[in-house]
């Protein structure tokens, strides 16, 4: 059973950077495609990113050209790298398999950009 552990997230202000990471507690190379997703407050949770296991990666437009997914199976960790910042960008981030799976859903990290 694999456990995911986000960290990484805090304040920033608008035009920053932040990287997340996502832990695993078992290996996560079984796991064919890893993605970020994140939930704001008052939507739907959404697909921010993913990765495949042979590192094909797709974002959603709202922040292609911002945000990188990465990710290192030797360390079983999947990070993401945001820059440029805005402050729609506020949220809750986690990370899951893709498709996403219900029992990995961990606590998520919270992401807030603002001045």
């Known amino acids: 059973q694999v456990q995911l552990v986000e960290s990484g997230g805090g304040l920033v202000q608008p035009g920053g950077s932040l990287r997340l990471s996502c832990a695993a507690s078992g290996s996560i190379f079984s796991i064919s495609t890893m993605g970020w997703y994140r939930q704001a407050p008052g939507k739907e949770r959404e697909l921010v990113a993913r990765i495949s296991r042979y590192e094909i990666t797709n974002y959603a437009d709202s922040v292609k050209g911002r945000f990188t997914i990465s990710r290192d199976n030797a360390k079983n960790t999947v990070y993401l790298q945001m820059n440029s910042l805005k402050p729609e960008d506020t949220a809750v981030y986690y990370c899951?398999?893709?498709?996403?799976?219900?029992?990995?859903w961990g606590q998520g990290t919270q992401v807030t950009v603002s001045s």
């Open positions: 899951n398999s893709w498709p996403y799976t219900n029992d990995y």
